[in-house]
């Protein structure tokens, strides 16, 4: 895990009317500016590295996901259940050994969520003895 970069990032600002379909929903535009942004920095960082992207598949957070996957050579976004606010489990096991099998060496991992789903991942990741924590940065 020490060669593996991660990003956990909150959805975008997002507009409209929330609908079972979620059909209404959009970035608002200082969401897709600030996606945007936060795209770049990843891109930065990447540097050439294996990007793997994971979403929550809520529209509002596979939106954020498809600006940074647009700006890192249409890397695919991997959707997955477990990473929506209604099936997150905040078992640290359970998340662990999740990011142990989803990634590669030398890989960034991002990870595109919920608000809430962001602290606690934020939270497991720095209490997992087998995971050295660097600097975070924020938009």
Excluded at 39 to 68: D, H, Q
Excluded at 83 to 88: T, V
Aim: glycine share 4%.
């Amino acid at each position: 895990m020490t060669n593996s970069t991660f990003f956990v990032v909150r959805h975008a600002e997002w507009t409209g009317r929330m609908t079972d379909d979620e059909k209404e929903i959009i970035l608002s535009p200082r969401g897709v500016g600030a996606a945007t942004k936060t795209a770049a920095s990843i891109k930065e960082v990447s540097k050439g590295k294996n990007i793997r992207i994971f979403s929550s598949p809520r529209k509002r957070a596979l939106l954020t996901a498809e600006i940074i996957s647009d700006a890192c050579n249409k890397t695919e976004v991997i959707l997955d259940e477990l990473l929506s606010e209604e099936k997150f489990s905040a078992d640290s096991e359970d998340f662990i050994d999740w990011l142990f099998h989803t990634k590669k060496d030398d890989d960034i991992i991002v990870i595109v969520t919920h608000e809430p789903c962001c602290k606690k991942i934020y939270n497991l990741l720095h209490r997992a003895p087998q995971i050295e924590m660097g600097e975070a940065l924020a938009f």
